[in-house]
């Protein structure tokens, strides 16, 4: 059974530093994996899509990385900004079949 | 088209009654899937639709939840006999997977539901 691990919990930093996210899971027979952001009581927002057979993807100041073999992700944010403050989940897809979530880390971006 | 809507975006129920979501997914998508996420945590599939075609069922959809996907466009969920412990938030998201796609999912707003 997949299951899916982010650490940390939570991390508050002050504006403009960059931040490193970490996403884990337990099995290496994904599709893809997918970050999301979701601001309080709001729906998720698709920040990256990275293919199993990709390494990393970038938009804007996000870079996320997967390595397979080790079960890994992170999810890079260059100058962070107070706007960036919201819980980050990331996601694999087994496949199609469904996608088993972490359970987030929760970003504060002190102005 | 904008995205995926749910609707109602809110709804208080008292336990015992009956309630049904709706979701419509972006047009073109041909899967959609349901999602439930309680306080702090990831959301956790219950159930997906490759058009209108139900492939997947999670242990978490119990008797009382059903869902329907007609003519392969909107879905609805349907939970009977709520119970308190079904409050949370219901996320639908939808998908275009083909071969030349990675099946990249987007979320509508969710519809929280609190039953007292």
């Known amino acids: 059974k997949q299951e899916v691990t982010q650490i940390p919990a939570a991390l508050s930093v002050p504006e403009g530093e960059n931040l490193v996210l970490n996403c884990s899971f337990t099995d290496s027979a994904i599709y893809n994996l997918q970050w999301f952001r979701q601001d309080p009581g709001k729906g998720l927002t698709s920040l990256l899509l990275?293919?199993?057979?990709?390494r990393e993807q970038t938009s804007g100041r996000l870079n996320a990385s997967l390595d397979k073999s080790s079960g890994r992700s992170t999810l890079y944010i260059a100058a962070s900004q107070p706007g960036d403050s919201a819980t980050y989940l990331c996601a694999v897809d087994n496949y199609g079949q469904n996608f088993v979530f972490g359970p987030g880390t929760r970003l504060s971006v002190l102005p | 088209d904008t995205g995926v809507s749910q609707d109602p975006r809110h709804k208080i129920t008292k336990r015992g009654q009956n309630v049904t979501f709706r979701c419509d997914p972006i047009?073109?998508?041909?899967?959609l899937y349901w999602y439930r996420q309680t306080l702090g945590q990831g959301p956790e599939f219950l159930t997906y639709?490759?058009?209108?075609?139900?492939?997947?069922k999670s242990r978490l959809l119990s008797d009382r939840f059903s869902a329907e996907r007609p003519k392969g466009s909107f879905s609805t969920l349907e939970i009977q006999r709520t119970e308190q412990g079904d409050s949370a938030m219901y996320l639908c998201?939808?998908?275009?997977?083909?071969?030349?796609?990675?099946?990249?999912?987007?979320f509508g707003p969710g519809t929280r539901l609190t039953v007292l």
């Open positions: 047009s073109e998508h041909n899967r």
């Open positions: 990275i293919q199993s057979s990709q």
């Open positions: 639709f490759q058009n209108e075609a139900q492939l997947e």
């Open positions: 998201a939808s998908s275009l997977a083909t071969g030349f796609t990675y099946n990249e999912q987007f």
